[in-house]
């Protein structure tokens, strides 16, 4: 029988994860000790100590912090399980998502420093997992790595390492978002940093972001702002949702997210009309 796993909020403890009516659906019943210390969860519902969570909302919330498209496929394939299996994907994933949750078997402590290391990559090593991450759409995660983020574009989660880069292994976390040129979309990279460096001369954002070059490939580094580096080298978490989590919109597709381009009104779908 699989180990059980355990839902953290910035390592408190809020729950032990149990399987839904079906595998795009997972269950847990809040600790009643749970503390959540002035930390919001979720907008999605309030979770109260002792209570079990709602189905639906806690579901899509979890699943919101997995891989999306055709990089959930790939990375599902992988580790050999489903790509609606919620359970399965956030045993092999949960670890190391956005925010301050974290997902983990019992018998491993986010706190313990043995569960996780941070491999140093050389500069053909980070160019090799860059194009992996571009041409496999598996955001070149490790075997051993816990750690996944969601989105589309190709991606490798990395921490920063002297004046390079290292790649998280085990329970690690990152610090930034390391994203390869698209080779027929070039312009695009340029033009998300530019917008980062204008939100930040409008004082939006205190997040840093460079373009770096490792060998021939291009690549955009993004500074996670929901992780800070403690002078230790400790990385610590900064809880936060997105708003497909707070509307509790579906996990399961990702058109949930996005407007329908051809029907705004389409009441199964996002529109900025409601």
Do not use: C
Request: aromatic residues 6%.
């Amino acid at each position: 029988m699989p180990e059980p796993l355990i839902m953290r909020l910035h390592n408190t403890v809020v729950g032990e994860l149990r399987p839904g009516a079906d595998r795009s659906r997972i269950s847990m019943r809040i600790e009643p000790s749970y503390d959540p210390n002035g930390v919001t969860l979720t907008e999605s519902f309030t979770a109260l100590p002792g209570q079990q969570a709602p189905v639906e909302e806690f579901s899509n919330l979890l699943g919101g912090y997995l891989p999306e498209g055709n990089h959930r496929t790939v990375m599902a394939s992988r580790r050999g399980v489903d790509p609606g299996d919620l359970l399965a994907l956030l045993r092999e994933f949960g670890g190391s998502v956005a925010g301050a949750v974290t997902v983990l078997p019992a018998s491993v402590s986010p706190t313990d420093a043995s569960a996780g290391w941070v491999e140093k990559m050389s500069e053909r090593v980070l160019a090799d997992r860059l194009r992996q991450a571009l041409n496999d759409t598996d955001q070149a995660v490790p075997d051993d790595s816990r750690s996944t983020l969601p989105g589309y574009q190709p991606k490798v989660v990395a921490r920063r390492a002297g004046r390079g880069w290292g790649q998280p292994h085990g329970t690690a976390h990152s610090t930034h978002i390391l994203k390869p040129q698209v080779p027929h979309r070039a312009s695009r990279l340029i033009d998300e940093h530019y917008g980062h460096l204008l939100a930040q001369s409008a004082g939006l954002a205190d997040y840093t972001s460079s373009l770096h070059v490792a060998n021939d490939v291009v690549f955009l580094a993004i500074e996670r702002y929901d992780r800070r580096t403690v002078p230790d080298g400790t990385v610590t978490l900064i809880h936060q949702e997105d708003a497909a989590q707070a509307l509790g919109l579906n996990w399961r597709t990702a058109d949930s997210k996005f407007e329908d381009p051809h029907r705004a009104g389409n009441p199964a779908r996002p529109s900025t009309g409601r």
